[in-house]
């Protein structure tokens, strides 16, 4: 078949022959003719060049027209076209082409299907694991028992992961987006918000507790805090309020019991006497010293020879076969060497079996080491009377020494009214402690274990500190003692309310009614008021020792200064106190005593004359408060202090009194030797006149001001000696 083209051509090539052909004629003819024939010759080329061209876009636009519908069919998804073109040329090929791309998209769609199927099994699948995984967290933190929160650097809440709304006391949804200090209070929201801080400053975890007020009542939260990010951290908190309580009752408890064991002094034993062994021995804990619990706290399971030596090993022995045999509780002292020290014991051995005993042991060390103190202070008393008497008659010779023969019956009687209450409470003492340890077993085993409380009550009550009531206070509180007694239907009333007021108890009976409804209520208060009468005196003669030890030691202070004429270094203080001491008696006869004292170095002196002029000023200071005070309490004020000068530095020492005053006319002359305004006999009038030598000989200087209501005198005395 021949291309349509191809004729085409041909036509063209035949009109354009004819077309030179009437070229020729027109060169030939006239120009009006040759117009005509131009026109004739051409028209027909135009019509064949149209006829060309129409059929050359019906050969070449036709196919592409179907090629780009083709293509858009395509591209809706219809892979099942195919192109056919009877063409051998470019527009053929081109259509193969298309036909090949059009099978290889089919295949290509094809696999792309069967890929797409296959992803969206898989992920079906791993939706559904991911919805399983997510069930599982969700049933996980609905079982936790945790509130578990996110929040951010302020405090804000982001997240809220727990569902447990008991430990917020709210619904989640309502933390959400709040920050602490919407929903608690500022402090206790700017506490939490610092375990934030501190958290999210250093990276690491932090373990806290807290409490929160939750509808009025304190809750505590244990809460375990994580960084999460720069400015996000996780909360874990957990109630913990059930342990607090619990925690609560236990240290309530443990201070019960540690309350009922410190109270408890003694030593307790059980020990078991089969083949002498100390078995099965309870030691109770006690405030006693670590001392004498040794060898009794290391006795477990030990023997008797094991734990003493031979001869203690059978008084011991003697004395529990003597407890079980007459079934009586035996008491006995024994003493015992614990390391280097000797400790005494008072033991009370009772059976518990027929082949055991319960030993009760209280240290008595101490009350031992008193009576001992006792007989050698009352003869250390007795030679230091012997000394005052010697030192009396020894100042009495010079004027210097004249102040302590004014002291001797100041002295005499602060020394004699300790020894005599110390004589009084020694056989109030001994009369006490005969009764007691006759009295004191035979009581306690008829009371019962509640009435044994009872009266350790009655006699703790009985000790406490309290004033002591006037005889019109005691009279009042007897009839109201007597009153609560028989209403309480008390026998003997009257006599039980003058045995408690005796022995202290004024008030809150209530507790010992039981015990004084006993029909041996007169003989249990007896045997109370005998105990109590004991630990007053033993207080007695303590207060009295040291009272008179206090003298003693001011007496050996006076004395001790070596009368070598060799200055000491001393610190002017100790010798004013040792004068002060020495007039107590004196000084508590009214006499307000004020020592104002700042710190001092010491200085280089003569002390035993130090002590003279001290002596002479306080000695002076008392006789002229004597008669100005008339009823009212006179004041004493010792100042002492430095006083620093460009050339030189002082201790200045203040002597004050609120006396009559010296007056203007004699004050000029109060220093002259042998100047007195005391009665003859009462004073030589040198007294002040050594004083100013005593200072002068110092490099110091002594001066006074004195008006009606109080008098001062100043020594200057140098730091550093020339």
């Known amino acids: 078949m021949i291309p349509l083209q191809a004729?085409?051509?041909?036509?063209?090539?035949?009109?354009?022959?004819?077309?030179?052909?009437?070229?020729?004629?027109?060169?030939?003819?006239?120009?009006?003719?040759?117009?005509?024939?131009?026109?004739?010759?051409?028209?027909?080329?135009?019509?064949?060049?149209?006829?060309?061209?129409?059929?050359?876009?019906?050969?070449?636009?036709?196919?592409?027209?179907?090629?780009?519908?083709?293509?858009?069919?395509?591209?809706?998804?219809?892979?099942?076209?195919?192109?056919?073109?009877?063409?051998?040329?470019?527009?053929?090929?081109?259509?193969?082409?298309?036909?090949?791309?059009v099978q290889e998209l089919r295949v290509s769609f094809a696999a792309l299907e069967e890929g797409n199927r296959e992803l969206e099994q898989k992920l079906l699948a791993k939706t559904a694991s991911l919805e399983a995984e997510e069930e599982e967290r969700r049933l996980l933190l609905e079982a936790i028992p945790e509130f578990i929160f996110i929040k951010n650097s302020q405090g804000r809440y982001l997240k809220v992961i727990s569902n447990n709304s008991s430990l917020s006391y709210q619904n989640r949804d309502f933390f959400l987006g709040k920050t602490d200090?919407?929903?608690?209070?500022?402090?206790?929201?700017?506490?939490?918000?610092?375990?934030?801080?501190?958290?999210?400053?250093?990276?690491?975890?932090?373990?806290?507790?807290?409490?929160?007020?939750?509808?009025?009542?304190?809750?505590?939260?244990?809460?375990?805090?994580?960084?999460?990010?720069?400015?996000?951290?996780?909360?874990?908190?957990?109630?913990?309020?059930?342990?607090?309580?619990?925690?609560?009752?236990?240290?309530?408890?443990?201070?019960?019991?540690?309350?009922?064991?410190?109270?408890?002094?003694?030593?307790?034993?059980?020990i078991d006497v089969e083949d002498d062994q100390i078995g099965n021995i309870?030691?109770?804990?006690?405030?006693?010293?670590?001392?004498?619990?040794?060898?009794?706290?290391?006795?477990?399971?030990?023997?008797?020879?094991?734990?003493?030596?031979?001869?203690?090993?059978?008084?011991?022995?003697?004395?529990?076969?003597?407890?079980?045999?007459?079934?009586?509780?035996?008491?006995?002292?024994?003493?015992?060497?614990?390391?280097?020290?000797?400790?005494?014991?008072?033991?009370?051995?009772?059976?518990?079996?027929d082949r055991s005993v319960t030993w009760v042991a209280r240290d008595i060390t101490e009350r031992k080491r008193i009576e001992a103190a006792l007989r050698d202070k009352n003869e250390e008393l007795a030679q230091a009377l012997q000394k005052l008497k010697a030192t009396q008659e020894e100042l009495i010779e010079s004027e210097k020494r004249a102040a302590l023969g004014q002291l001797v019956a100041g002295i005499a009687h602060e020394i004699n009214t300790p020894l005599g209450a110390i004589r009084a409470s020694a056989n109030n003492t001994v009369k006490a402690l005969s009764e007691s340890l006759l009295q004191l077993p035979q009581v306690l085993q008829k009371l019962s274990a509640g009435q044994q409380q009872d009266f350790f009550l009655l006699l703790e009550r009985s000790l406490e500190d309290k004033t002591t009531p006037s005889i019109k206070e005691k009279r009042q509180l007897r009839r109201s003692l007597t009153r609560q007694l028989q209403q309480n239907e008390i026998d003997e009333a009257r006599y039980i309310a003058d045995t408690l007021i005796d022995i202290g108890i004024y008030d809150r009976i209530?507790?010992?009614?039981?015990?004084?409804?006993?029909?041996?209520?007169?003989?249990i208060l007896q045997l109370a008021y005998n105990l109590v009468r004991l630990q007053r005196n033993s207080t007695t003669i303590v207060t009295s020792v040291e009272r008179a030890s206090k003298?003693?030691?001011?007496?050996?202070?006076?004395?001790?200064?070596?009368?070598?004429?060799?200055?000491?270094?001393?610190?002017?203080?100790?010798?004013?106190?040792?004068?002060?001491?020495?007039?107590?008696?004196?000084?508590?006869?009214?006499?307000?005593?004020?020592?104002?004292y700042q710190s001092l170095p010491s200085i280089w002196c003569y002390p035993e004359e130090l002590?003279?002029?001290?002596?002479?000023?306080?000695?002076?200071?008392?006789?002229?408060?004597?008669?100005a005070m008339e009823g009212s309490?006179?004041?004493?004020?010792?100042?002492?202090?430095?006083?620093?000068?460009?050339?030189?530095?002082?201790?200045?020492?203040?002597?004050?009194?609120?006396?009559?005053?010296?007056?203007?006319?004699?004050?000029?002359?109060?220093?002259?030797?042998?100047?007195?305004?005391?009665?003859?006999?009462?004073?030589?009038?040198?007294g002040l006149h050594i004083a100013r030598k005593i200072v002068e000989e110092h490099c110091g200087r002594i001066e006074f001001e004195s008006k009606p209501g109080h008098t001062i005198f100043n020594v200057s005395l140098p730091v550093e000696s020339d």
């Open 181 to 270: 200090r919407d929903i608690m209070p500022e402090e206790k929201a700017e506490e939490l918000l610092g375990y934030i801080k501190k958290v999210l400053e250093k990276g690491q975890p932090l373990n806290v507790e807290y409490n929160l007020i939750l509808e009025g009542q304190e809750v505590w939260f244990s809460a375990s805090i994580a960084p999460i990010a720069e400015d996000k951290v996780v909360w874990v908190a957990r109630d913990i309020g059930d342990r607090k309580l619990l925690e609560q009752k236990l240290r309530t408890s443990e201070s019960k019991m540690r309350a009922v064991f410190e109270a408890m002094t003694d030593i307790v034993l059980v």
């Open 7 to 101: 004729v085409l051509i041909v036509l063209f090539v035949l009109q354009t022959i004819a077309a030179v052909s009437l070229a020729s004629y027109f060169s030939v003819a006239g120009a009006q003719g040759r117009a005509l024939v131009y026109i004739a010759a051409i028209l027909p080329s135009l019509i064949g060049a149209i006829a060309i061209g129409a059929a050359t876009a019906r050969w070449i636009v036709a196919p592409i027209l179907r090629l780009n519908e083709a293509v858009k069919e395509i591209g809706r998804g219809k892979l099942e076209q195919s192109l056919s073109l009877d063409s051998y040329d470019e527009l053929g090929e081109l259509a193969e082409s298309f036909n090949s791309m």
């Open 633 to 686: 309490s006179g004041q004493l004020e010792i100042r002492t202090y430095q006083q620093e000068n460009p050339q030189k530095n002082y201790i200045i020492v203040q002597v004050a009194d609120s006396g009559r005053g010296i007056p203007p006319e004699i004050q000029t002359k109060i220093f002259e030797p042998f100047f007195t305004t005391k009665p003859a006999g009462e004073g030589s009038g040198l």
């Open 611 to 627: 002590i003279q002029v001290w002596t002479n000023l306080i000695h002076n200071a008392i006789q002229a408060m004597e008669g």
């Open 551 to 596: 003298v003693v030691f001011a007496l050996k202070t006076y004395t001790r200064y070596d009368r070598s004429g060799q200055k000491q270094l001393v610190t002017v203080t100790e010798g004013i106190d040792t004068v002060l001491n020495l007039y107590r008696t004196q000084l508590n006869q009214g006499v307000n005593v004020i020592r104002a």
């Open 510 to 523: 209530d507790p010992f009614l039981p015990l004084l409804q006993d029909p041996d209520a007169d003989w």
């Open 282 to 353: 309870e030691i109770t804990p006690t405030n006693a010293s670590s001392e004498t619990s040794s060898p009794e706290g290391d006795v477990i399971d030990s023997t008797i020879e094991q734990c003493f030596d031979e001869e203690i090993a059978a008084v011991w022995l003697a004395k529990i076969k003597e407890a079980i045999e007459t079934r009586e509780t035996v008491k006995f002292d024994y003493c015992l060497w614990i390391g280097d020290r000797q400790f005494w014991f008072a033991a009370s051995i009772s059976p518990r079996s």
